[in-house]
């Protein structure tokens, strides 16, 4: 099947998503909620644009399903979650959700982006024998920065930058952003992996987990 024998219904649905996720990041970048100017900004657009990316990666796996050599090979389960858990971080970023969910029910705001967490650690167990070592790599590194992340801002109770030369950055937030990239390269590297896999491996069972 080609793109040009997809009805109008089979092409919003194949639109949806990857739109979905851009549209938070341009809302974001339109009302300034995320800045422009400065490095501190930066960092953190270019966190939802690293989130963009995996949430799209995620989304491709479930369109590839339907095609042949693909059909019947690939399994979808997981990348539908690791969907969902992009589109929620982007929403977070995007708009701040969890800062303001913090003060909200003053609490620190570190306590909803660990249930962020949680939910990641979810998936990760239920499907931890599907992964390539390379994407538990990747994780690892993404493991460590973000703790450091979450845990200066715990400690220090506010955000914390540094210079260099006549530069400021947020610590936290380049620390996020390169968890973030190398979370979403390990995600990269484990759909390049499945979509090889599925064709040069004969079609097993049922494509869906």
Request: hydrophobic share 55%; glycine share 10%; proline share 3%.
């Amino acid at each position: 099947m080609t793109l040009g024998q997809l009805s109008p219904r089979q092409l919003l649905a194949l639109a949806w998503a990857p739109g979905l996720i851009y549209s938070g990041y341009a809302i974001a970048r339109l009302n300034g909620i995320q800045g422009e100017t400065d490095l501190v900004g930066i960092s953190g657009v270019m966190r939802i644009v690293f989130l963009a990316f995996g949430g799209s990666v995620a989304y491709l796996l479930v369109i590839l399903a339907v095609w042949e050599p693909f059909k019947s090979r690939l399994r979808t389960g997981m990348w539908h979650a690791f969907m969902a858990w992009s589109l929620a971080m982007i929403i977070d970023d995007s708009f701040m959700v969890h800062e303001q969910l913090g003060a909200w029910l003053e609490i620190t705001d570190s306590i909803p982006m660990l249930l962020l967490g949680v939910w990641l650690l979810i998936i990760l167990v239920i499907h931890r024998t599907r992964f390539v070592a390379t994407f538990w790599g990747c994780f690892a590194g993404f493991s460590v920065l973000a703790a450091i992340a979450v845990l200066s801002d715990v400690i220090t109770g506010r955000e914390g930058t540094f210079m260099v030369g006549t530069f400021e950055f947020d610590y936290e937030m380049v620390c996020e952003c390169a968890a973030v990239f190398l979370f979403v390269a390990g995600l990269a590297i484990q759909a390049t992996t499945e979509i090889r896999a599925a064709v040069t491996v004969p079609p097993q069972g049922s494509a869906s987990d």
